[in-house]
């Protein structure tokens, strides 16, 4: 059985004095290697769930427990924490200011304490793994929007992060770029990474994903570990109806 990564216990998001529930009592568990799309309609609270499981939302009520500790209650150590997330956003948040590298190594040195020789090593590996070494001392104004992307998810994983959370990270692309940062996920999937991937790309989901979470209204609707009888024939006619609206193969 593989390790319990993240338990999320009945976490809810009221706003308004609970006129509006960006979460209502959502429940689940995110084991170590899992890759889990996140999907559903626009507003109904996908990204307000992932963004809480870093406490970058903070619940209304309900448990995170990570590694063992539930990083909502009082005198937790949230930055140390948060260096085990990985967090990438629909946009890039690259620093203009600095070349590729320095944005790479910024948080591994002055976080972690790494040597600036190691930082920038291990940097570079994974620039090469994404097919960008040859622009590491290029400025983020000089790539274009999928190489910037590609970036930002090189930049989450020099912290070795436990988790990856990944939020509409193609939203702010051109469809032609949207391949190629699909695929640098494809490959971290492969390489055992665990993910947390928030996405309107249902094919995607249906490639990468081992377990998918259908969100709306602020509830998890419908679960499955099976994702290709998930967009084969889901359980509820409510994601039945939400996948009739996109063109899958």
Request: hydrophobic share 45%.
């Amino acid at each position: 059985m593989s390790q319990k990564l993240i338990q999320v216990k009945d976490l809810k998001k009221y706003y308004n004095g609970g006129d509006v529930k960006a979460l209502d009592g959502v429940t689940v568990d995110v084991y170590k290697g899992d890759v889990i799309a996140v999907i559903g309609p626009s507003g109904g609270g996908k990204s307000t769930f992932l963004r809480s499981l870093n406490l970058l939302e903070t619940p209304t009520s309900g448990s995170i427990i990570f590694d063992g500790v539930d990083i909502t209650g009082k005198k937790v150590d949230l930055p140390l924490h948060r260096q085990k997330m990985g967090m990438v956003f629909q946009h890039f948040n690259l620093f203009p200011n600095r070349t590729i590298l320095d944005n790479l190594t910024m948080a591994p040195i002055k976080i972690k304490k790494m040597p600036k020789t190691e930082a920038e090593e291990k940097a570079m590996a994974l620039l090469q793994r994404v097919g960008l070494a040859d622009r590491a001392n290029d400025w983020p104004a000089q790539l274009s929007g999928g190489q910037k992307q590609r970036v930002a998810i090189v930049r989450a994983m020099c912290m070795h992060p436990e988790i990856l959370l990944l939020d509409e990270i193609t939203a702010a692309l051109d469809p032609e770029m949207v391949r190629e940062v699909l695929d640098v996920v494809l490959s971290l999937a492969k390489a055992g990474s665990t993910m947390v991937i928030v996405t309107h790309e249902m094919n995607f989901a249906r490639a990468i994903a081992d377990r998918i979470l259908f969100i709306e209204n602020g509830a998890v609707v419908e679960q499955s570990d099976d994702p290709k009888a998930f967009f084969a024939s889901p359980a509820t006619d409510r994601a039945k109806a939400f996948l009739k609206s996109f063109d899958y193969e």
